[in-house]
DNA sequence: CTGAAAGCGCTTACAG
DNA sequence: CTGAAAGCGCTTACAG
């Protein structure tokens, strides 16, 4: 910056305004900086910058896993949005743990992101200290909590679950098993299948340990899942996937034994798919707005930035896609 | 720091110390400090200490898209092997311009990040002498191209479709297609186009335009190319899709059709899927692994940093997987 | 093993 | 509209 000062004759605080207010700085003066400014291919330095304004262009991201297509549905949303302002995407992981989650949130928090992101609701006690004493905005994207940090951007996880499995009661099924991704800390996991229970018991109906299965969360675990039920848990007649890939798995499974759907077994899945909707019978699912999710985090956080206040929460809401294995 | 150290009593400096090489400060000294870090809770100012270091943590990653889960294997492995060696990443995209590539380096290489990972191997010239001059390690992961700007980790795309192109051929087919997602400024689809042709050439078979397809690269079009194949251009016995879910698509509008695979058309995908690999028939397909792509070039990236000499490129390879469509 | 001084490249706050 | 001075919070380089 001293350089482009010197040969374009200015004191280096107007080529710092020429950059950050350009509209306080004479149109020539301004001219001359630009055309000194790619003559030597000068970038500033946005950390020394940072330093003094104690303002980073950074926004920290922590999601479960980046390899996800409906996490990374969310990401694409938070990224299209901050691009275009300025900001930078910081984004990392937590593994699906807590302690994963307080490593990489006292990792970012050292860089000094303007806010942070955090697709989960529940924390470490440290981490939650960690992120008050910081001062920074957070937006949790995981579920619509009661009690958020700050700012809650998404849907209410257990309001999904209780349509997907009301949905199946309204159709007349009578024995419905939920089957679910295994993972001890994911709490939204455990709201869905509590709204399960809720939704089966408010009908009347019966659940019980032996209708809710854990398993892997990928196609080939909802293979193994279905022909369980069929050869096993042969009462059953409808089964509510928590987790898009486990109902195709299921599906194609159908396909292979010939088991009717939904005539031996109805299916639904908590998220849509672009093959789910393609398969014959096509899955009824719910339909979630995870872009829209991204897209009013980095909304939110960008405002709270601004001195905006909390929003308290953000309901995306979700839809029902009624179609033809349900 | 500076009420760590008085607290501590000790200079600043013998904080920063602690912090960084610890082994160089007195056990007892080292205890008080982490004691008093941990009272105050202390986060590090990391933008100020880069300030002078002129070392910051952050790796940054440009890629096409987030909301892809060929990509995002990929930067999962960039990220699992970042992480614990205390680097942060910076993700953003392109859009599957050269000028949203150019834009987003540019900001990202105000930030000062160590390393820069493209997916993408062609770049404005502008781009370049931005990179060239930032002076930091660039690792390019879409292709294994002749000229790297330093290092190039992946697998050859032209490689890869002739061998998917050539197991058609060898199966007998003689009036092979090819299926794409178009994308004008998507040099990798280019390469995988020329493969294709050479391919077919080299075996005395016919190329030509009638038999390259453009389309979306979704399930849905998919869907619609094959009933195209089928209905117009019925010479065609085999057709290659370079983008795993237009696969999908063409696999289960054959279903509904009642065209049986491979008997009246094979299919081939460059990208294997895990739905795919399950559907009766299952799809023969490239295993390509997105997720060492990442983690290698993360690894080639950090050597460099370390003074570690350009590797010029890194072969991941890939291997066909036979299956039923062919 | 510990410390005093200087400085990284910007921006703030004040002055004109 | 422009500038001189001070300082953000660390680390480097030197000294002991």
Partial sequence: M?????????APITVSRALSHPSSVAPETLDKIHRV?????????????????????????????INHLFLTAMVQGVSDFLSPMGYHLMLGTSGETLEGEEAIVRAFLSQRPRALLLHNTVHTAECVSLIRASGIPVIETG???????????GFSNFDAAYTLTRHLIDRGYEHIACVYARSPHNERTQ?????????VNDAGLRSGPDLEIATDGDVAS?????????????????????????????????QKMQVPIPGRIAIVAFEDTEIGA???????????PRYTIGREAARVALT?????SPAGHVDVGFELCIRETS
């Fill in 2 to 10: 001293v350089d482009v000062a010197r040969l374009a004759n200015v």
């Fill in 37 to 65: 400014i790619k003559q030597l291919g000068y970038v500033p330095n946005g950390p020394a910058g940072s330093l003094k304004s104690q303002k980073t262009q950074l926004i920290a991201a922590v999601i479960p896993s």
């Fill in 143 to 153: 579920d619509l909590c009661e009690q958020p940090l700050d700012t809650a951007v």
């Fill in 191 to 199: 709201t869905r299948i509590k709204a399960y229970r809720a939704a």
């Fill in 222 to 254: 909802g293979a193994v899942v279905l022909r369980d039920l069929i050869d096993v848990r042969s009462k059953v007649d409808a089964a509510v996937f928590f987790g898009g890939n486990m109902a195709l798995g299921a599906h194609l499974e159908c």
């Fill in 278 to 288: 393609m398969l014959a019978p096509a899955i009824t699912a719910l339909r979630i």
């Fill in 304 to 308: 709270r930035i601004g001195g905006g």
